[in-house]
């Protein structure tokens, strides 16, 4: 086998076959095939795109190109949720202990924040003790006894993955359903998951930027789970803007801990009763999403979600009493208000530049070596569609500095206020096959 014959295989439009595939991705994460070569292949795949057999093919080869974590002494069906990210995503802090309160094991492997976007585990630490190096027998006790931890991600996950995803970024190849499919899928699959539930973002904020090209990626992963075994669903969801009303690490939490209690933001709250709903279906312990999103709200409203997060907080050594005074998480030295400079209704708020503006406070991480700042972040207090006058406070920025002009200014930049406006919709489609 050539890999010349597989690049001008694809590159005629054909489709190719699970060996083919396999032989590239195999000589590719040995260092056998030269990058020319792959980036050659990408490139054709960007333009002729693959059928659901390759898509799939290449999802488990790139899965069988590492390690695989064998989640199998964890009883039940296990149920892994993913994202592909936005600003203020706090559903994993929520939906975690929330569907483990109904009998749903959560065997979450989560990362750390780079950019704009934060990480569950940072969150997570905002908590005083809390960690996440346990080991995996560990795990899986936790698990089994409490239906929730959290680990951080280790092995040699996907490494097929890494190496293709560098090359996209540099040969203009990552816009590519069948590639950006198979990466994500690939990950989920690795680490286990018996089915997997997929929050598929669009807006300004989000890197599919259209309803339709959303949708395009959400049948494109839930086609390749099905097609290996892993019962998948997706949901469209909006990131026009943040998702909630804090962005920052300890301001996350305090944000999980009320929506947990049922004084969450509505839009947070939807969004976790309806990915959680999925979650619990696919576990087998409702027959129906409207069954599911009962149990949830039941699970809220008697208190037994948030015991299971002041469990989970224990079980691995997090300081639990903050659930019941988020004083004790980190707090910033400053609180200031951002003033709305013209009466109106808000129209637009740019997610992507708020997360900006969180990271230049130090909430964020520019390279994967930097600290951050726990404590810092912004909290709207108006959303898009909100009634606003002069004068009135559009968020409150937490932040450890009094000379902030310089986020004060991206902020107001990423806030648009006009004569009238309407609410977004927050839950765009759901995608069960």
């Known amino acids: 086998m050539r890999m010349v014959d597989i690049i001008e295989k694809k590159r005629d439009g054909n489709a190719l076959t699970k060996e083919e595939i396999e032989f590239f991705i195999e000589g590719y994460t040995k260092g056998d095939i030269p990058d020319y070569q792959a980036s050659s292949l990408a490139m054709a795949i960007f333009f002729q795109d693959m059928n659901e057999d390759e898509r799939a093919a290449l999802t488990m080869a790139i899965v069988n190109s590492g390690d695989v974590i064998d989640l199998s002494n964890i009883e039940g069906i296990k149920v892994d949720k993913h994202s592909t990210g936005g600003v203020g995503d706090t559903t994993t802090l929520v939906l975690a202990p929330l569907v483990a309160s109904v009998g749903v094991p959560v065997a979450k492997m989560s990362g750390r ?151 969450g933001p509505q839009d947070l709250t939807d969004l976790v009763l309806t990915l959680g709903s999925q979650m619990v279906v696919l576990s087998n312990k409702a027959k129906d999403l409207k069954e599911a999103e009962a149990m949830l709200k039941e699970a809220i ?31 910033a030295q400053y609180q200031i208000e951002l003033p709305a400079q013209q009466n109106g209704v808000i129209t637009e708020i740019i997610a992507n530049e708020v997360g900006v503006a969180s990271m230049m406070l130090g909430a964020g991480r520019q390279t994967k070596e930097d600290d951050i700042d726990l404590s810092v972040g912004i909290v709207l207090n108006k959303k898009v569609g909100d009634q606003v006058k002069e004068g009135e406070s559009l968020l409150t920025i937490h932040s450890n500095s009094e000379t902030i002009d310089n986020v004060k200014e991206k902020l107001n930049n990423s806030i648009t206020i006009s004569k009238q406006g309407s609410n977004p919709t927050l839950i765009h489609k759901i995608i069960t096959e």
């Open 301 to 331: 409203n008697n208190g037994s979600a948030l015991e299971s997060f002041k469990t989970f907080l224990t079980n691995q050594d997090g300081d639990a009493s903050v659930v019941d005074d988020v004083s004790k998480l980190p707090q």
């Open 113 to 263: 924040g780079l950019g704009h976007t934060g990480g569950t585990i940072d969150k997570l630490e905002s908590i005083e003790g809390f960690h996440v190096e346990i080991s995996e027998d560990k795990f899986t006790q936790l698990v089994n006894e409490a239906k929730v931890a959290v680990i951080g991600q280790s092995g040699n996950l996907t490494p097929a993955d890494k190496k293709l995803y560098g090359l996209r970024d540099v040969t203009g190849t990552v816009n590519s359903i069948p590639l950006i499919a198979s990466s994500i899928m690939s990950k989920k699959i690795a680490a286990g998951a018996d089915a997997i539930v997929l929050d598929v973002k669009t807006g300004n904020g989000a890197f599919m930027k259209t309803i339709e090209e959303a949708e395009a990626l959400a049948h494109a992963m839930v086609s390749i789970g099905n097609n290996v075994g892993r019962k998948t669903m997706a949901i469209i969801s909006d990131m026009s803007q943040p998702l909630g009303n804090a962005i920052g690490n300890a301001l996350e939490v305090k944000e999980a801990i009320e929506t947990l209690q049922g004084k």
